[in-house]
C-alpha cells in the first residue's frame, strides 16, 4: 500500500527566508504527487502536482517541487516566504488503480512565519 | 464558478446521536469524495462516488457510517450512532473527471462528547 511521509510536524522560518517542506512517498508504480495548503478556517488548495514529464513542477503563489525517483521525495520549495504563507502543507499520493481517484496523505507541516 | 461547499461547518453532539453530513459537489463533476482527519492525524480516504455509485467505500470504518448521493448530485454522510472517535473534520472534494485534480471543500469539524 502506498503511503506518505512528512518528517517535520512544524516549521518556522522567517519571512523573506527560503523554505524547503520535505515530503517521501512509498508507490510501487510511477506516482502521482500532490502538495495542498490549508490555510486557518479554509478548506485544502491544491499548490502544484506531478504526473509525468519535467520533474521539476511550478506551481501557484511562487512554489515549486521536485521529483526525485531515486530517493522518492517531493519536496515543496519557495524562494522567499511571505507573512501569508503561514498554514498546513499536505503531500500527496494518487492512486488510480481499478478505476478509483484516491489520495493518500502525509501528516502535514505546519508552517509558521516570523515576521 | 462556487466550489465544493459542506454543512454544517460545525456539528456538537453527544455519544449516540446522528449527525448528517452534506456536501455539494462544483456542478457538473460526477466524482466525490468522502475524507476525514482525526485529531491532527493524516487526512484518509473514506469512499468515491462516479455520479451516484460507489466506486469505492474501502476507506469507510465501520457500518456505523452510511453515504448515500442520490441523483448524482450532492452527498451526505451519516453517522449512526456516533461513538467518540468520530471525532475530527471531515472534507468532501470532486472532480470532473477520475484522474483529475480533487477540489476540496472547507470541511465539517464534528465534535463528539
Known amino acids: 500500500a502506498q503511503s506518505v511521509t512528512q518528517p517535520d510536524i512544524h516549521i518556522t522560518v522567517s519571512e523573506g527566508a527560503s523554505l524547503e517542506l520535505r515530503c517521501n512517498y512509498s508507490y510501487g508504480a510511477t506516482p502521482y504527487l500532490f502538495w495542498y495548503v490549508q490555510s486557518p478556517g479554509q478548506g485544502l488548495q491544491l499548490l502544484l502536482k506531478y504526473f509525468s514529464g519535467d520533474t521539476l513542477v511550478q506551481g501557484i503563489k511562487g512554489f515549486e517541487a521536485e521529483f526525485k525517483r531515486s530517493q522518492s521525495s517531493f519536496n515543496l520549495r519557495k524562494p522567499s516566504v511571505h507573512w501569508s504563507d503561514a498554514a498546513e502543507y499536505f503531500c500527496?499520493?494518487?492512486?488510480?488503480?481499478?478505476?478509483?481517484?484516491?489520495?493518500?496523505f502525509g501528516t502535514g507541516t505546519q508552517l509558521k512565519v516570523e515576521l | 464558478e462556487a466550489g465544493v461547499t459542506q454543512f454544517p461547518s460545525h456539528s456538537v453532539i453527544e455519544k449516540g446521536q446522528t449527525v448528517t453530513l452534506r456536501c455539494d459537489p462544483i456542478?457538473?463533476?460526477?466524482?466525490l469524495y468522502w475524507y476525514r482527519r482525526v485529531m491532527g492525524k493524516e487526512i484518509k480516504f473514506l469512499l468515491h462516488f462516479v455520479k451516484e455509485s460507489k466506486q469505492d467505500e474501502s476507506g469507510m470504518p465501520n457500518n456505523r457510517f452510511l453515504a448515500e448521493r442520490t441523483g448524482g448530485t450532492y452527498s451526505t454522510l451519516k453517522v449512526q450512532p456516533a461513538e467518540l472517535e468520530d471525532s475530527g473534520v471531515y472534507f468532501c472534494?470532486?472532480?470532473?473527471?477520475?484522474?483529475?485534480?480533487?477540489?476540496f471543500g472547507p470541511g465539517t469539524r464534528l465534535l463528539v462528547l
Open positions: 500527496a499520493v494518487g492512486d488510480f488503480t481499478g478505476g478509483g481517484n484516491k489520495l493518500t
Open positions: 456542478s457538473g463533476h460526477d466524482n
Open positions: 472534494a470532486s472532480s470532473q473527471k477520475i484522474m483529475e485534480t480533487q477540489y
